[in-house]
DNA sequence: ATCCAGATGCAAATGGTTTGCATCTGGATA
DNA sequence: TATCCAGATGCAAACCATTTGCATCTGGAT
C-alpha cells in the first residue's frame, strides 16, 4: 500500500498528514503516471471535493511533490514528482508514456547562450504522435 | 503594410479573404510573436468580436497559417506559422524570445525507437528562465 | 482531553473558450 | 454591375476548468 510511502513524504515536506492529503499522494504514487483532477476524483470515489483537490495539489506542487504537465490544452495533469523525464502522447487515443530520454547538455547551453537570459531554469518536451493502437 | 500579404495568405489558404481574417492575419505577422486572444482583441481596437477571433484562429490552425504556442497555463498563444521553432519564457515578465535551435535527429529518432509508436509526428520544447531585466 | 492553525466542504464567483442563432458579406455568377 | 447564398460575423448565453469566501472540522501539539 502506498498510504504509508505517502504519510511518510508528507511528514517529510512538513505537511499535515490528513485523510484527503494521503489518499491523493497514494493514488499518484499508485498510478504512476499524469491525471487530471476528474481522474484523481473518479480514482478516489468522489470522495474529495473539487476545491480540496486543487488546493492539495498546488500545495503538493509547491512541496515538490508532484509535477505538473501541460499536454493538454483544457485541463492540467500531476504526476507525482520522481525523476525528471518527459512524455509522448498518442494524439488519437491519449495515451501517455513516460521517455527515458532528456535534452543534450550541448542545447542546453545552446539555449543559454543564445537566449541571452540571465538564468535557465527548466524546459518543457513532450511529443506527440500515434501510438500502435490507434495506427 | 502587411494586409497584402495576409490576403494572399488567406487566398492560397482558400479562406474568404475577409476584413477581420485580413486585420487578425496581418496583426500576427506584424507582431511576429504569440499572442493571446486578449492580445489580438486590443492591438485590433476590439474591432472583433472574441467569438470571431476564436473560430478565426482554429480556422486558421486548420489551414497551416498559424501555430497555438502552450507557455501558459490558462489561456492559449497563437503565432503566425513560420519556420519551426521553440522560445523561452521569462518566468517573471513574461517575456517570450523565439529560439533558433531545435532537436538533434538522435534524440527524435531514440524517441521513436523508445516509444514505440507508430508516428511520432512533432514535439513541444519550451524554456524557462528569467531574462537580464528581471534578475 | 483540550485546543487552534490550518484543512476541508459547499456554493458561488471567475475567466477563458464555445455555441446557437439571426444577420451580414465576399466573391462567384449572370 | 446587380444578384445571390454559403459561409462569416456579432451578440448573448452556455460551458467548463479553476478559484475563492466562509463556516465547520480535524491533525497533532500541548
Given at each position: 500500500?502506498?498510504a504509508?510511502?505517502?504519510t511518510?513524504?508528507?511528514?517529510?515536506a512538513?505537511?499535515?498528514?490528513?485523510?484527503?492529503?494521503v489518499?491523493?499522494?497514494?493514488?499518484?504514487?499508485?498510478?504512476?503516471?499524469?491525471l487530471?483532477?476528474?481522474?484523481l476524483g473518479?480514482?478516489?470515489?468522489n470522495?474529495?471535493?473539487?476545491?480540496?483537490?486543487?488546493?492539495t495539489?498546488?500545495t503538493?506542487k509547491?512541496k515538490?511533490?508532484?509535477?505538473?504537465?501541460?499536454?493538454d490544452?483544457?485541463?492540467?495533469?500531476?504526476?507525482?514528482?520522481?525523476?525528471?523525464?518527459?512524455?509522448i502522447?498518442?494524439?488519437k487515443?491519449?495515451?501517455?508514456?513516460?521517455?527515458?530520454?532528456?535534452?543534450?547538455?550541448?542545447l542546453?547551453?545552446?539555449?543559454?547562450?543564445?537566449?541571452r537570459?540571465?538564468?535557465?531554469?527548466?524546459?518543457?518536451?513532450?511529443?506527440f504522435?500515434?501510438?500502435?493502437?490507434?495506427?
Amino acid at each position: 500500500m502506498n498510504a504509508t510511502r505517502a504519510t511518510e513524504l508528507l511528514r517529510s515536506a512538513e505537511l499535515r498528514a490528513t485523510t484527503q492529503r494521503v489518499l491523493l499522494l497514494a493514488t499518484l504514487i499508485a498510478e504512476a503516471k499524469p491525471l487530471s483532477v476528474d481522474d484523481l476524483g473518479l480514482r478516489t470515489k468522489n470522495s474529495l471535493d473539487t476545491a480540496t483537490i486543487y488546493r492539495t495539489l498546488e500545495t503538493f506542487k509547491e512541496k515538490g511533490l508532484v509535477r505538473r504537465v501541460d499536454l493538454d490544452q483544457g485541463r492540467a495533469l500531476y504526476e507525482h514528482a520522481g525523476e525528471h523525464h518527459h512524455h509522448i502522447v498518442c494524439t488519437k487515443c491519449g495515451t501517455i508514456r513516460d521517455l527515458d530520454i532528456c535534452l543534450p547538455k550541448t542545447l542546453q547551453n545552446q539555449v543559454r547562450e543564445e537566449s541571452r537570459f540571465a538564468h535557465v531554469n527548466q524546459h518543457a518536451l513532450e511529443f506527440f504522435g500515434v501510438c500502435k493502437k490507434c495506427v
